[in-house]
């Protein structure tokens, strides 16, 4: 069988292309690729037998390769998303598997392949499902995030926290009394999570709330400098193609 994964996490498609290979040593994995636009481009020429498919990538969400791309394969849905929203896909050849992803939830997924092989829905009903979940998905956003605090476990409100930040690699969140709290996911993940109304990617370091925003002023090349709450950062700078959007936003 020849197969294509679409995942913007470098070890987890590692590790799902090992788990296949385990799985079955005729699985052939004709290519990782890590963006909505690579896969929409690749499949434009290609058509695999199966597709496993990460929901959320770095530059969007992968539903929007349905809009542009008439996929034939089945689609096995990989995703960190809750359970609830994601009922959507248990129908037909649809799927989805919970990461990170073991043996056991890897072969039942192949068996429930078997056992629709032959058993195929009519493609409207596909997308109509497909838009269902992605309209699921894109308005439950996230309400909480678990957080370490030395050796113990906590979970933050988003509504406590200021604003999210990158550095050296690694992403966190500055929550109301000025703590900053490491995550596990990236600003991009993160972005994907949130209710834009109430967060806002000022560039590629910093999503801001407006809660956050102590000043705002004039920068140079019609940037704007932020001053935000908690924050020694004095370079916060909403970059220059982002400006008017920023605008836009804080006088929603």
């Known amino acids: 069988m020849d ?11 590692t590790r799902l292309e090992r788990l296949l290979k385990s799985y079955n040593d005729q699985i052939n994995v004709l290519d990782k690729i890590d963006s909505v ?8 020429s290609n058509q695999p037998q199966l597709i496993f498919m990460d ?15 008439d996929i034939q394969a089945p689609v096995i849905f990989t995703t960190a998303f809750d359970e609830y929203a994601l009922k959507a896909f248990k129908v037909n050849s649809i799927d989805y598997l919970l ?28 997308l109509d499902q497909i ?8 308005n439950k956003y996230k309400s909480r ?12 409100a988003v509504n406590d926290i200021q604003y999210f930040f990158s550095r050296d690699k690694a992403s966190f969140c500055c929550a109301d009394e000025g703590k900053n709290y490491l995550l596990d996911y990236s600003i991009e993940q993160i972005e994907g999570m949130l209710d834009p109304e109430k967060f806002y990617r000022i560039n ?10 102590e000043d705002i ?6 940037r704007l400098r932020i001053v935000l709450k908690h924050c020694s950062d004095k370079d916060v700078v909403v970059s220059r193609e982002r400006v008017n959007d920023f605008k836009g936003w804080l006088d929603r």
Do not use: C
Request: charged share 30%; aromatic share 8%.
């Open 37 to 44: 636009k690579k896969a929409i481009k690749w499949l434009q």
């Open 217 to 222: 002023i004039s920068y140079s090349n019609s």
């Open 204 to 213: 590629r370091k910093y999503l801001v709330s407006l809660k956050a925003i």
């Open 3 to 13: 197969i294509l994964i679409i995942e913007d996490e470098k070890p987890a498609a």
């Open 131 to 138: 838009n269902q979940a992605m309209a699921m998905l894109t």
């Open 55 to 69: 929901i959320q990538l770095a530059d969007g969400l992968s539903f929007e390769i349905f809009e542009h791309v």
């Open 145 to 156: 995030f678990v957080i370490k605090v030395g050796e113990h476990i906590k979970s933050i």
């Open 99 to 126: 990461k990170p992803i073991d043996e056991d939830e890897l072969d039942a997924a192949f068996k429930k392949l078997d056992r629709l092989a032959g058993n195929h829905q009519p493609k409207s009903n596909t």
